[in-house]
């Protein structure tokens, strides 16, 4: 099992740094980098008595294994694995779930801007299945923005046991498929809820489209067949959002 991990950028290691800075080990900083973005982030780590090192722009590259580190890369231990067990403890202390299921997403980038859609939206966890999907990666926190630091992330060795078992907690399952007859804007979306997006090539297995209590659609005015999953992920969220309010 791993052990320890790298996240870069400056909001993944701010928020790693607001929400659990127990896991950093050390940060490597650029030299010549303190500007005023980073300056509250090396004082409060040193406030935690982290390890700070000052070091090349190639050290980073290499660190971070991508150019995209914005002068800082932290060494963390790795997060806590979430399964399915702890997802009744979430349900325990909401009085209306509000989760997002990802059937396989293997895009980090993808995974990244869900997360971040999911934390803008109030969406309380997202669950995946273990196998077949993008787990929490260096570039999925970076894309994420400091997402992958306040949304449990739930992987799961059987999704559809999941499903069922969340349906039998009292969670309404809406699955998306572009060729679903009913419209998103159609559908009922304020109650104990669980959004289903299907993987970037794919869309949602059968089993879990089996799953689903009900399948809508975004309607598409043009000539594409499909939106990018982070981006239909982010429509059907923020509708839910729209009714929940009202
Ligand atoms: C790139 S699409 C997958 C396309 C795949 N060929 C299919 O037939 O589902 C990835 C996911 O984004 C969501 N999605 C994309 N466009 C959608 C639309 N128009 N309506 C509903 N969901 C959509 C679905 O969850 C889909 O499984």
């Not at 030299?31 to 780590?45: S, W």
């Not at 090192?53 to 060494?75: C, M, N, P, Y």
């Not at 694995?81 to 299921?101: S, V």
């Not at 869900?114 to 109030?122: F, S």
């Amino acid at each position: 099992m791993k052990k320890q991990d790298i996240i870069f950028g400056i909001h993944a290691v701010e928020a790693l740094l607001k929400h659990s800075p127990e896991r950093i080990i050390e940060l490597w900083l650029l030299q010549g980098r303190e500007d005023e973005r980073l300056t509250p982030l090396i004082r409060q780590a040193k406030a935690f008595g982290t390890s700070i090192q000052v070091t090349s722009r190639k050290v980073l590259d290499e660190k971070a294994e991508s150019t995209q580190h914005q002068g800082i890369v932290a060494r963390v231990k790795a997060a806590k694995i979430l399964a399915e067990h702890d997802l009744d403890e979430l349900l325990a202390k909401t009085d209306l779930p509000f989760l997002l299921i990802l059937d396989g997403v293997t895009d980090p980038h993808n995974l990244g801007a869900c997360l971040r859609n999911a934390d803008a939206a109030g969406v309380q966890g997202i669950i995946v299945p273990k196998d077949n999907s993008v787990g929490l990666t260096a570039v999925v926190s970076k894309v994420a923005c400091g997402a992958a630091e306040t949304v449990p992330l739930f992987q799961v060795t059987n999704l559809a046991r999941t499903m069922r078992h969340l349906q039998e907690k009292g969670v309404w399952i809406v699955g998306t498929a572009g060729e679903a007859d009913c419209e998103l804007y159609q559908a009922d979306l304020k109650g104990p809820l669980a959004i289903a997006m299907g993987a970037e090539g794919k869309g949602l297995r059968r089993l879990s489209r089996e799953c689903c209590d009900t399948l809508v659609s975004i309607p598409m005015s043009g000539s594409v067949s499909s939106l990018n999953v982070s981006v239909a992920t982010g429509i059907c969220l923020f509708e839910a959002v729209r009714q929940r309010r009202s």
